[in-house]
């Protein structure tokens, strides 16, 4: 039955299928069969992984692995600090993980919630209310304002029924819902006006229906479907890091064997050289790193807050980073989802009206100059019927924000109730200084006949002091053939076929713009005049004219996007709105460029995935778009090698939100089940954040290189001097203990500080990079080497040079120890403040980071105390060092930084004129 077209069938044919009466229902027996048969009307959650596997199964990852042998070592060694605080690490690393997953977990849970708790339905000719999970196909629903659709039902009768789908279909109105077949055979949802879906709610009217799925066969069951099936993306991140990981198990434990092997052979106690070998293993593998990534996360995460961002997974900010591609819905997200009339034709006069969103102000302007409503006669008659004719209110609430922990600011919003067409005209007339309440005491509503699908209008009769009134709105077609006169210069003049066609030219014309138009007329009533029906009001109208309003743009979005544009990222609009209205809101936002292509829903369903892939690059807009293609078209994306994040707020876009590398809800008007499925929340459900979210992304990724470079070249220049010198047959340069202090204090401060490093000005300026780049991409591998040997022979050097000044001594020997150890320290500390830029040190201001600058200065007033203080110098074998050796200790340590340095100006001199190709914004970009 689930390969019917429900939407084609009549009341006859439908309830044959179904076996079931319009009058009398199913009988009770009949029900308690077919659900033992079919099941209960639920959404499934899948399996379901108890906690504490989810917790366990954080332990899995190979970093975690590593630190626990590096957690063994250093407990063997003695150094149970160490082994503390690599323990503590992996246990806030699991419990975040921990966090994480069972969060995301609860997005189905969240999704049941939107089902209805009960459902009016009538059994054996009665009615009743059952659970909602006990109705069955073939259930007669009964349905009035403020249900939710506890299934999907195919209407049987509709009386003046809409239903709020915005959450299922991107509809960012209330759809009108009717009982009639349909018999075009492939229909979006959107469009499907027979049918009502489970979870969606009614607004308005009454409807009675039959139920023709229930469950995980319903629209909203295939959503949970989705979800269910849907993988959530390893971030770039996490696989790089453990990526690096290995590479650096790999090459520390590998060096480090040929060290102790050299010092052995020529001659070194094979104890000495085994703790030293372990020391210089324990230094080399960077168990801080994941400790670091977690803290520029999670202060990234701090600023994010405090931009309106929610971070739901700390490793999903540094994936906004390579976004290339940002997939957003249109509703709410890069529009206000607050409809607004923005331009008015009457009497052959094209006016505009300017104002944002609900507040009441705003003007009305021809040619560019504004209007006296007061004295416009025409005007003040179109302002009294959109006043009039009016179900809406709009109300002025005051909004309460948190400001600091104890303090909070208030601000005055207005807000709507009612729906957003009726809204649109009440503030309208408020702006112009004719609002409902301004008019309640002149009249006084006596009958309303409500706007109904099959006559598309809405009439109300008012009395005031010099009689009645009758107030019609609707769409234009069908009111004009109801109209005999048109206001036309102040004067209401018969409404010929020519001043007809006139007006319905204007229509069309505010309809090509995407603008959603409605016509407005009146009749003054006689005393006699009778209008107890539809048709008695409605005739011998005087048509008035037309607005038409739209959903207007957000004004930060456009400015959004042309800054995603600059940094390389494709803006694609998806939306369940029509095509032509996605392409208007596009056009003025910037998204779609020359030879951009628009796809509605039809066409994306009779492509194949393979021509999808070849014109997905070039499509900017998707209209008219199902869950099913909100994923199919992720997917292509990702299949060119996109990053793609996803923006959403309604249950349709979760599936999409999962698939994709990073998924985004909104905070205001997102469902639950768009947050839970997410990475990152919008508490302002402002497009524009996202930009702030990219520029975070992109800086907490750099600090991240930035943070490896200066480790892994430290770690590089304490490897090679200790293999070097092994090789050359001298004694050891450094001792276990000197090793381990040496990590200890300079992976710890200064590279912490590092990570909270501010961001280059160049950044969004730059393009995204690749998902498949390697963390040492962009020369950053040749950086850690080049350094790193520099870094291992200057330490080396200043060895040298001091033991040969009395060979053979054992006091000379701790001395050269004490000034390689100091070069090592120096050298280190001075490399960390080039590590802060991808050019040199001379490129940005040292003393900008002022956490780096106090961390150093620690790391300093530290080394200075291993060596002067006598308590501590028999612990580090060290010794006090002279004027002399102090020279020698800043010349060598400063020699890598110089060298260096010089050669980055040089590079950078030369690569002046090199521009790089953006793949969507600019044709180029000064890198």
Same mark, same amino acid.
């Given at each position: 039955?689930?390969?019917?077209?429900?939407?084609?069938?009549?009341?006859?044919?439908?309830?044959?299928?179904?076996?079931?009466?319009?009058?009398?229902?199913?009988?009770?027996?009949?029900?308690?069969?077919?659900?033992?048969?079919?099941?209960?009307n639920e959404l499934s959650e899948g399996k379901r992984v108890s906690p504490v596997m989810l917790f366990l199964n954080q332990f899995k990852d190979f970093m975690v692995l590593v630190l626990m042998g590096a957690t063994l070592i250093s407990g063997l060694l003695g150094e149970y600090l160490d082994a503390i605080t690599i323990v503590a690490i992996i246990v806030l690393n699991a419990v975040l993980g921990f966090v994480q997953e069972f969060r995301a977990e609860r997005s189905l849970r969240a999704l049941k919630e939107l089902s209805a708790p009960s459902a009016k339905v009538i059994r054996g000719g009665e009615l009743m209310t059952i659970p909602a999970k006990e109705l069955v196909a073939g259930d007669i629903v009964c349905l009035e304002s403020g249900d939710r659709i506890p299934a999907d039902v195919r209407l049987l009768e509709a009386n003046s029924c809409y239903v709020e789908e915005s959450a299922l279909t991107g509809e960012s109105v209330p759809v009108g819902k009717h009982s009639a077949a349909i018999s075009e055979a492939e229909l979006p949802l959107g469009d499907q006006k027979n049918i009502g879906f489970m979870g969606t709610m009614v607004t308005r009217g009454t409807a009675r229906g039959v139920v023709i799925r229930t469950g995980m066969d319903t629209e909203m069951g295939k959503i949970a479907g989705l979800i269910e099936q849907t993988e959530s993306m390893e971030t770039p991140l996490q696989h790089r890091l453990e990526q690096l990981g290995k590479i650096l198990i790999v090459v520390a434990v590998g060096l480090t064997i040929m060290v102790v092997i050299a010092g052995i052979l020529h001659g070194q106690p094979a104890y000495g050289m085994f703790l030293a070998g372990v020391s210089l293993a324990v230094a080399a593998i960077p168990e801080g790193l994941p400790a670091i990534v977690t803290i520029a996360l999670a202060l990234g995460v701090q600023r994010m807050i405090k931009r309106k961002a929610i971070v739901r997974k700390l490793p999903s900010v540094e994936t906004l980073g390579c976004a290339s591609v940002i997939c957003s819905d249109k509703t709410g997200t890069l529009t206000q989802n607050k409809m607004t009339v923005t331009h008015v034709w009457i009497g052959g006069r094209q006016l505009e009206v300017s104002g944002e969103g609900y507040e009441p102000s705003g003007s009305i302007f021809e040619d560019g100059k504004a209007l006296d409503v007061k004295h416009d006669l025409s005007v003040k008659r179109l302002l009294q019927i959109s006043a009039l004719c009016n179900n809406a209110q709009l109300m002025k609430v005051e909004v309460e924000e %948190?400001?600091?922990?104890?303090?909070?600011?208030?601000?005055?919003?207005?807000?709507?109730? *009612?729906?957003?067409?009726?809204?649109?005209?009440?503030?309208?007339?408020?702006?112009?200084?004719?609002?409902?309440?301004?008019?309640?005491?002149?009249?006084?509503?006596?009958?309303?006949?409500?706007?109904?699908?099959?006559?598309?209008?809405?009439?109300?009769?008012v009395a005031h002091q010099g009689g009645r009134l009758i107030c019609t709105k609707g769409a234009p077609d069908m009111l004009m053939d109801h109209c005999s006169y048109v206001l036309w210069d102040g004067k209401v003049v018969p409404f010929t076929p020519t001043l007809k066609r006139k007006c319905a030219e204007a229509g069309e014309i505010m309809a090509q713009s995407a603008l959603r138009v409605l016509g407005l007329a009146y009749r003054d009533l006689r005393a006699g005049d009778v209008c107890e029906t539809e048709r008695d009001a409605e005739c011998q109208l005087v048509f008035v004219g037309l607005t038409g309003m739209i959903d207007p743009p957000r004004r930060e979005a456009k400015e959004a996007i042309a800054t995603c544009r600059r940094a390389g990222i494709k803006t694609v609009m998806i939306t369940g709105d029509h095509q032509l209205t996605a392409e208007a809101i596009a056009g003025q936002l910037g998204i779609m460029p020359r030879g951009g292509i628009a796809l509605s829903g039809k066409q994306l369903e009779a492509m194949s995935d393979e021509q999808l892939d070849r014109l997905v690059d070039n499509i900017y807009v998707y209209a008219r778009v199902s869950p099913e293609h909100k994923l199919r078209i992720v997917k292509a994306l990702q299949r060119q090698g996109h990053v793609v994040a996803m923006t959403g707020d309604g249950v349709n876009d979760a599936p999409a939100i999962k698939a994709a590398d990073i998924g985004i809800a909104m905070g205001i008007t997102g469902t639950d089940v768009s947050k839970e499925a997410s990475a990152l929340v919008l508490s302002d459900d402002n497009f524009s954040t996202i930009v702030a979210a990219i520029e975070e992304g992109r800086g907490i990724y750099e600090n991240i290189r930035k943070f490896i470079r200066y480790l892994l070249a430290s770690n590089v220049g304490e490897i090679l001097v200790m293999f070097l010198a092994m090789m050359a047959g001298l004694p050891l340069p450094l001792v276990p203990i000197q090793i381990l202090w040496v990590n200890l204090v300079t992976d710890g401060l200064p590279a912490m500080a590092l990570g909270i490093d501010q961001a280059e000005k160049d950044l969004m300026q730059q393009k995204p990079r690749s998902a498949k780049e390697s963390i040492?991409?962009?020369?950053?591998?040749?950086?850690?080497?080049?350094?790193?040997?520099?870094?291992?022979?200057?330490?080396?050097?200043?060895?040298?040079?001091?033991?040969?000044?009395?060979?053979?001594?054992?006091?000379?020997?701790?001395?050269?120890?004490?000034?390689?150890?100091?070069?090592?320290?120096?050298?280190?500390?001075?490399?960390?403040?080039?590590?802060?830029?991808?050019?040199?040190?001379?490129?940005?201001?040292?003393?900008?980071?002022?956490?780096?600058?106090?961390?150093?200065?620690?790391?300093?007033?530290?080394?200075?105390?291993?060596?002067?203080?006598?308590?501590?110098? %028999?612990?580090?074998?060290?010794? %006090?060092? *002279?004027?002399r050796e102090w020279c020698l200790v800043f010349v060598a340590s400063g020699i890598p930084t110089f060298v260096m340095g010089i050669g980055s100006v040089m590079g950078t001199s030369k690569k002046k004129k090199t521009k790089t190709k953006l793949p969507f914004g600019p044709k180029t970009v000064a890198r």
């Open positions: 039955m689930e390969q019917m077209k429900w939407h084609q069938m009549g009341t006859s044919e439908l309830v044959n299928a179904l076996v079931s009466s319009p009058e009398q229902g199913l009988t009770t027996s009949e029900a308690a069969e077919r659900l033992e048969k079919h099941g209960r %948190p400001k600091k922990r104890k303090s909070k600011e208030s601000h005055e919003e207005w807000l709507l109730k *009612g729906d957003p067409t009726e809204g649109a005209l009440a503030v309208l007339s408020a702006k112009l200084g004719s609002s409902s309440k301004s008019l309640e005491q002149l009249y006084k509503r006596e009958k309303e006949f409500p706007f109904d699908s099959e006559r598309k209008r809405m009439s109300v009769v040492f991409s962009r020369r950053l591998g040749w950086k850690i080497i080049s350094r790193g040997i520099l870094i291992g022979v200057c330490t080396l050097g200043a060895f040298w040079i001091t033991l040969n000044e009395a060979p053979g001594s054992a006091s000379q020997l701790m001395k050269a120890q004490t000034v390689a150890f100091a070069t090592l320290v120096m050298a280190q500390l001075i490399h960390v403040f080039d590590c802060r830029s991808s050019r040199s040190i001379f490129h940005r201001n040292p003393l900008q980071n002022k956490y780096l600058v106090l961390a150093v200065l620690s790391s300093l007033l530290l080394m200075i105390g291993v060596l002067y203080i006598e308590a501590l110098q %028999p612990i580090f074998k060290t010794v %006090p060092i *002279g004027f």
